[in-house]
């Protein structure tokens, strides 16, 4: 699977952006995806999480800001951030567990990041 992050930018404090991930290639289904991010400095982090049965999880700071959706016909997941922070300034990555009929396995993939950067 090959996944494609899109949707960044630069963007003022307080405006919104949408980040688009879309997931390619030959594979079964996809189970788990989300959404995670590292600013300059630290480690990667985990923003969003969304699971097949619906369940979300979100990070503290993204909670009532962001939210993380799904389009299955498409292959595709969503990250909608509004009321965007200078800290929100980061790389954003797009994953998710990939299940491989072929092999009956699941396997774990990561798109390549997106940038992000809010100005104050």
């Known amino acids: 699977v090959q996944l494609q992050a899109s949707g960044g930018g630069s963007v003022q404090a307080g405006g919104s952006l949408r980040l688009s991930c879309v997931a390619s290639?030959?594979?079964?289904?996809?189970?788990?995806m989300g959404w995670y991010r590292r600013a300059p400095g630290k480690e990667r982090e985990l923003v969003a999480d969304?699971?097949?049965?619906?369940?979300?999880k979100y990070a503290d700071y993204a909670k009532g800001r962001f939210t993380i959706s799904r389009d299955n016909a498409e292959n595709s997941w969503y990250l909608d951030m509004s009321t965007l922070r200078p800290e929100d300034t980061a790389a954003y990555y797009c994953?998710?567990?990939?299940?491989?009929?072929?092999?009956?396995?699941?396997?774990?993939?990561w798109g390549q990041g997106t940038q992000v950067t809010v100005s104050s």
């Open positions: 994953h998710a567990w990939v299940y491989y009929s072929d092999s009956d396995r699941i396997i774990g993939a």
């Open positions: 969304l699971a097949l049965n619906g369940n979300t």
């Open positions: 290639g030959s594979f079964g289904s996809i189970n788990h």
